[in-house]
């Protein structure tokens, strides 16, 4: 149980573009879902946290209007990356929580984006 | 600014012996603790979880956990090749924004056969 899944695993695009990384929680209804990049030898940094149907929540230093994220359901969530630059070119990872008390955070796969 | 902190090591231990990581934390209202496994390039895995002061233990891993000293341990027993991961702790306080993970930057375990 318990399972996470991202799409795609790996990225590359040009600079400008935009990429957009879905996370499924695929076995449990999943009220929240957290984003996070993990830049090489360094640990998890998390971008926001998202609600089913609520507006996401935006750590300090994130640009809200170029990482957009959607929690349309319970089981998806979507991160894009718009106006890619290669300095985010990073490991994105996704989390869901089934929202119990004790909220424990299941890891989807991640997607490694690299931007030329 | 709450932080967690760990050894980055790396921490070499013949295989079959007992590899012990550890972890302190900042932010005393802290409640719920995570011991998650990456291994390279890939997305972290969850070992153990622990609430209470104490030990508690899953197969061949021990949490230990004491909220006096801000500090929680992982001890993997009879360690294995494959058991060779970097080891996250991450730490979650009350709800809102508090509920949040915060993770350590993580303790390279390498064991050698």
């Known amino acids: 149980g318990a399972v996470v899944s991202q799409h795609p695993s790996r990225v590359i695009c040009k600079s400008g573009t935009s990429v957009k990384i879905e996370c499924r929680s695929l076995?449990?209804?999943?009220?929240?879902m957290f984003w996070y990049r993990q830049f090489p030898k360094q640990s998890l940094m998390l971008m926001a946290t998202s609600n089913e149907g609520s507006k996401a929540t935006y750590e300090q230093g994130v640009e809200k209007d170029k990482f957009l994220i959607n929690h349309a359901s319970l089981t998806l969530s979507t991160l894009t990356v718009t106006s890619a630059h290669p300095e985010d070119s990073s490991f994105y990872i996704c989390?869901?929580?089934?929202?119990?008390?004790?909220?424990?955070?299941?890891f989807g796969p991640g997607t490694r984006l690299t931007v030329l | 600014q709450k932080e967690v902190e760990q050894n980055s090591g790396p921490l070499s231990v013949p295989e079959g012996a007992i590899a012990s990581l550890n972890c302190t934390y900042s932010?005393?209202?802290?409640?719920?603790f995570f011991w998650y496994r990456q291994y390279s390039g890939k997305s972290p895995e969850l070992i153990m979880s622990?609430?209470?002061?104490g030990d508690k233990e899953d197969g061949r891993f021990t949490a230990q956990l004491n909220k006096a000293s801000q500090y929680v341990s992982l001890l993997i027993r009879d360690s294995q090749p494959s058991d060779s991961a970097t080891y996250l702790c991450a730490v979650k306080g009350w709800g809102g924004s508090q509920g949040n993970l915060i993770f350590g930057k993580g303790t390279k375990l390498s064991v050698k056969p």
């Open positions: 622990i609430y209470s002061n």
């Open positions: 989390s869901a929580s089934s929202g119990v008390s004790t909220d424990t955070q299941y």
């Open positions: 076995d449990f209804q999943a009220t929240t």
């Open positions: 932010d005393r209202v802290s409640q719920s």
